[in-house]
């Protein structure tokens, strides 16, 4: 049996609107404040963490300070950034799968090398599903061709397992996932 993570459809907060949003709720589209919640407990800031406790701390440290909320940043990067730095986390900048299949094995082992990663990952497989989705890579088990990396879900709050060589591979409820982009995630010092 894998390992039980958040779970962003978790009736305690399923329902909670997402952000400033008047009809999304976190059950919906809350992978992002999931995975957050995920990393703020593994790195010991809040053992008791939630994607509702994630989206209020952002939400205080943005009211009154600044014009734009942190929740309608023009990109994913750029909301993640504002998410993280309310939750004294701190994001590392995207890689891409299209920076060609070397580079990127290259690149994304040494992210899991070193920690905590946002994986970005494509879930088109019916008209429910939102285009993308984000998870929480936990640890790099294995070497080389070999290396396997395990992740947290949020859809669901289990473990998952995608070959780092092409990190692509269904996910634990049988999506099939194909990562697409990678942010290093840790505790800001």
Known sequence: MTRAYLNQGDPAWARTKAGRSRSRTIGQVG??????????RITGIDPEATPVTVQQRALLAWDGREQTSPFSGNTAAAFQDRLAAA???VVGDRVNLIEGQRLWAELVGAFFREGLCL?????????????????????????GDDAVVVYADPDGGHEGR???????GPSPKGKPYQVQGVRRIRRRQ
């Open 31 to 40: 992978c992002v404040l999931t995975c957050y919640a995920q990393a703020q």
């Open 119 to 143: 994986m970005h990952v494509d879930t088109i497989d019916d008209e429910r599903d939102e285009p993308n989705h984000w998870v929480l890579a936990v640890r790099l088990d294995g070497q």
């Open 87 to 89: 939750n004294d986390l």
């Open 162 to 168: 995608l070959p780092l060589r092409t990190l692509t």
